[in-house]
C-alpha cells in the first residue's frame, strides 16, 4: 500500500495498564515481558515520542512511493538490496572501513552526525596486515 505520509501518524500515548504482563497470578511476568518500567505505568508518554521513534522508517516509506510512483516498482527493491550489499563489511582485514556507499544510497553523506567526530577509531585485532592477507589468502607473502 502506497502512503504519502510526511510525518508519522498520531498515535494515542501509551499507558501500561495493570493487566498487560501479569501472569495468572497477577505478577508481572519479567521472563516474557522484560523489565516492569514503573514510569510507564505512572506517566504516558509524549505524543513527540512516537512521531520521532517512528520519523526515520515514515521517511523511507515515502521515498519509496514516491520512487515507484517514478521510476516503476523495481527502484525501492533495488535500491534495498543494494543496501544490504553495501551495509555488509568488505575491506582488507586491518583496514578502517567508512561505508561510504551506504551513506550516499542512503542520502545522509551530507549529514554530519554524531558517529563521523566522536566516536573512537574501530581498530583491527589483526595489527599486522601481511599475516591477516596470508590467513584469508591461505598464502605464505
Known sequence: MSSYR???AVQPPSKVSVTDGTNEFGTHDTMRHGLASIRSQVMPSHPLESHLKNWDETQQQLRNTMQRQVFGRHLPVRMQ???QYLSQLRRMPGLPSSNLGLSILEGTDG???FEDFLTE???ST???GHGAIER???IKL
Do not use: F, M, Q, R
Request: net charge negative; aromatic share 0%.
Open 126 to 128: 589483526d595489527v599486522d
Open 6 to 8: 510526511i510525518v508519522p
Open 111 to 113: 549529514n554530519i552526525d
Open 81 to 83: 538490496l543494494d543496501k
Open 121 to 123: 577509531a574501530v581498530e
Open 136 to 138: 584469508v589468502l591461505g
